[in-house]
């Protein structure tokens, strides 16, 4: 559906209550020795038990997005979905899932490879979205007219760092079909609102086995 024909003045603001938490584990693994991600393990658990742990309290209900090893992650308690598309076009395709899926208004998405991402996350882009006007003296880039936050670090988009109205399924839903899978372009048709986080390394995440001992090895649970 057009943002232009959404009554936006209708859709409540966020809240944990109307959020569904979204943990990205379907991809490929390319860059990892084709390794399922999610089953990698992470200070004494996986990365996606730890990505659970992380943003479940911050949600009204988790949902995992997975392609394989659905044996093990159905273990978790927690709802898996797969990708409705077979060629793993990216992590907009468990968004799409997800969208079509949730109950809930609101759909915010993790990676489970970004074990680090900010414990206030979900709060901090729950207070960006809908707000009357812009604040100028705020480092939120905040818009009365979107239905979209995503994370801003180190100057960089986290583009699979988001949170959005189900509203927008169609939006999605159309770009996916036209064969559009780029996250950055699909995010900025939908005139996102940007949220900055200044801690350094937030948002790094696991490609390699060495990547996995440097995040290991901040501490950001702590």
């Not at 991600?37 to 038990?49: D, F, M, Q, R, V």
């Not at 995992?64 to 093990?72: A, C, E, F, G, I």
């Not at 994370?151 to 960089?156: P, Q, S, T």
Request: proline fraction near 5%; hydrophobic fraction near 35%.
């Amino acid at each position: 559906m057009p943002l232009e024909k959404i009554n936006i003045h209708s859709v409540k603001p966020p809240t944990k209550k109307s959020i569904t938490g979204l943990i990205l584990a379907g991809g490929r693994g390319q860059r990892f020795n084709d390794q399922d991600k999610g089953l990698i393990p992470y200070k004494g658990s996986t990365l996606a038990e730890h990505a659970i742990a992380r943003l479940a309290p911050r949600v009204n209900t988790v949902l995992l997005s997975v392609n394989r090893n659905l044996d093990y992650y159905n273990s978790l308690n927690v709802s898996c979905i797969e990708d409705d598309f077979s060629d793993y076009p990216g992590p907009l395709a468990g968004i799409h899932t997800a969208l079509k899926q949730i109950s809930t208004e609101w759909l915010v998405t993790v990676a489970c490879d970004t074990p680090c991402f900010p414990l206030n996350y979900v709060e901090k882009l729950s207070a960006s979205l809908l707000c009357s006007k812009s604040n100028p003296t705020s480092n939120l880039a905040s818009n009365s007219q979107s239905l979209l936050a995503v994370a801003r670090n180190e100057n960089r988009l986290q583009n699979v760092f988001i949170l959005v109205h189900k509203n927008l399924f169609e939006s999605l839903n159309t770009f996916l079909n036209d064969g559009e899978r780029k996250a950055k372009i699909w995010i900025e048709q939908n005139n996102p609102t940007l949220v900055d986080f200044t801690q350094q390394h937030a948002f790094s995440n696991i490609n390699t086995a060495e990547d996995l001992t440097n995040i290991e090895a901040l501490h950001c649970d702590e």
